[in-house]
């Protein structure tokens, strides 16, 4: 079965070439948008699901299984995307610091004949203390710019600990994606 | 595993007796919507999905998989639901007669884990040429009232063929819910 990952993250790449050898990159462009939930799962699989499906009316997506994923961060009820600038990475970082939080990620994989699967996860996750000076200097480097909840785990120094799933958190939870990779295989073509 | 059939219609219940022995009949009280579908199978994926998902978030569905099913009609560009009332049935069976139409089934299994499989298979249908005085004869039987399209193709009379599955103009198109069945009883636990 031929693949595609509709994500524009490297990380997420990185990750997927640990599950499918081959495949081709097309992000989704699309502005994914969802008013209706009711928890955090429901949420990035309906995003999870939207990427997925403009990718796949693409013509080049024809007989192929396309992949869309999405992640967030849930902090006291409120949920955390990508900041909209550094003033906005800063106030996602400053809140988190020392506290718990959630982040959910969802997929969904629409196979070649159409059927869909999906699937979410959530993973507790630990923020060190930042002090104001650490976050501005983190926020200086770019990395938090792409990144639910304005971080990234792979970046030292801001996550204590984990509890759950570290390629969850990371935007592609690889257990997940091979179950739903195992089920497309059997019954998507 | 636990099987919740999350629909009122008794011919889908029949349908899925062959598929699994034992199951609650629990159907979906809220008002589907969908505004945003690109064509008549992602309507009824979604249609689907929204009535397993209220029924799987009830106390009594805990640790049970949950099955929702949509049926729509669509003729010429036209997406044909329930007949409003006896002139929407007679408007839909004049339209429908000697003609030929899609019959379309999406499917939506969740699974006691939360995962989500779903598929959509269509089916062409053409029908007889009904006279008026049989259409009347035919909705004063009130058969015509809690179908799509107005019709059902186990009511002799109506339907001269099919290309296609059968039991998914009935409304639950079994093959795809075998296979749905399969992946969710593997990975849905």
């Given at each position: 079965m ?7 993250s ?12 081959r ?5 989704a ?5 969802a ?10 699989m ?32 409120e949920?955390?995307g ?9 106030r ?6 020392g ?27 630990y ?6 000076e ?16 304005a971080?990234g785990?792979q970046d ?34």
């Open positions: 031929e693949w595609i990952l509709a994500s524009a490297p990380r997420r790449k990185q990750l997927f070439k640990r599950i499918v050898r495949f081709e990159v097309i992000p462009k699309g502005e994914e948008k008013e209706d939930w009711e928890s955090p799962s429901e949420l990035v309906t995003l999870a699901e939207q990427k997925a499906r403009e990718v796949s009316l693409l013509p080049e997506a024809k007989g192929k299984a396309v992949l869309g994923s999405d992640t967030v961060v849930v902090y006291n009820g949920v955390l990508k900041p909209k600038d550094e003033a906005d990475a800063k996602m970082l400053t809140m988190l610091s506290k718990a939080h959630q982040v959910y990620t969802g997929v969904c994989i629409i196979a070649p004949n159409g059927m869909r699967a999906k699937g979410a996860q959530s993973t507790d996750v923020f060190c203390k930042l002090t104001d650490k976050i501005d200097k983190y926020i200086a480097s770019g990395s938090p710019m792409d990144k639910a909840g971080y785990i030292g120094g801001i996550v204590r600990r984990i509890r759950g799933s570290y390629s969850n958190v990371v935007g592609l939870p690889c257990r997940l994606v091979r179950k739903l990779k195992k089920h497309v295989e059997k019954v998507g073509q």
